[in-house]
């Protein structure tokens, strides 16, 4: 069993900063952690292997300093970790870094299984998982919250969706994102943290993955970030005291946020 998971490095604050020409994010002096949603991914991948055995990949792709997040995917059960950069992949938008994970993918030999987390915490968007997906052409499962079942052939989750959950089985290969609900992040003990220091991260370029260079970075790059805001969070109650008023409420509320 080959199973492949991607990492993505994220702002650990919501005070980040856009730079005001290429509209990408401003990383200097800003903590960086791995997207929560992707160590769960990491959790079900280990999982996996427990049952059928195999090797796990993690891959992230970004600056130098994103090699931390493979590392600590190496900590939770992750074999090895694969670092996707080059100064032609900066402000790559989702459909260039489907992309380019896509050919990570055919470079390594596909793969049975490939997870990604539900979404990441920065642009919650939720659509380089399924992006990989339409390039492989492979199908998908969104919004894993169990492993049901799995053999050398299938696998089977109970998936979110907009109306509750569903019961799914699918053959590999397959590409799954995970939610929080999955799995319990384990304690990382002293040996793991010890084997992921002292592990090789592999480097991955543009050449040796053969990308179009007009497919990928802010020029290739089919939609653009014109702004990033934190929503302001009102904690205000509003007392119904007839139930004459509900409309006139309900209206003055949608007033109040035009």
Same mark, same amino acid.
């Not at 100064?87 to 380019?100: E, I, K």
């Not at 199908?139 to 959950?165: A, H, W």
């Not at 370029?205 to 970030?225: W, Y």
């Given at each position: ?81 694969? /670092?996707?950069? *080059? #100064?032609?992949?900066? +402000?790559?938008?989702?459909?260039? =870094?489907?992309? $380019?994970?896509?050919? &990570? ?103 040796? /993955?053969?990308? *179009? #260079?007009?497919?990928? +970075?802010?020029?290739?790059?089919? =939609?653009?970030? $014109?702004?990033?805001? &934190? ?28």
């Amino acid at each position: 069993m080959f199973q492949i998971v991607f990492i993505k490095q994220v702002p650990s604050s919501t005070k980040i900063k856009l730079d005001p020409v290429s509209h990408t994010l401003v990383r200097s002096g800003v903590k960086m952690q791995a997207n929560p949603y992707d160590l769960h991914a990491v959790m079900a991948a280990v999982e996996v292997k427990k049952q059928l055995g195999g090797k796990i990949v993690a891959v992230t792709m970004g600056p130098p300093s994103a090699d931390a997040v493979l590392r600590q995917a190496i900590m939770y059960g992750a074999d090895e970790g694969i /670092l996707v950069s *080059d #100064v032609l992949f900066a +402000g790559s938008d989702t459909w260039s =870094t489907s992309y $380019v994970l896509s050919k &990570v993918i055919n470079h390594l030999g596909k793969g049975d299984i490939l997870w990604f987390g539900k979404q990441a915490i920065d642009g919650d968007t939720a659509q380089v998982g399924p992006g990989v997906a339409a390039q492989l052409s492979y199908p998908q499962l969104t919004e894993m919250t169990k492993i049901v079942d799995l053999d050398e052939v299938s696998i089977t989750v109970n998936k979110r969706t907009d109306f509750g959950y569903n019961i799914v089985k699918v053959p590999y290969p397959v590409v799954i994102t995970v939610c929080k609900e999955a799995n319990v992040l384990r304690s990382i003990a002293l040996n793991d943290w010890e084997r992921a220091t002292c592990s090789s991260i592999q480097m991955m370029n543009a050449s040796q /993955l053969d990308v *179009d #260079v007009h497919k990928v +970075g802010l020029k290739g790059s089919p =939609t653009r970030v $014109v702004g990033i805001a &934190v929503p302001s969070v009102k904690n205000e109650t509003v007392w119904l005291d007839h139930p004459a008023r509900l409309g006139q409420i309900i209206k003055d509320l949608i007033d109040n946020e035009k």
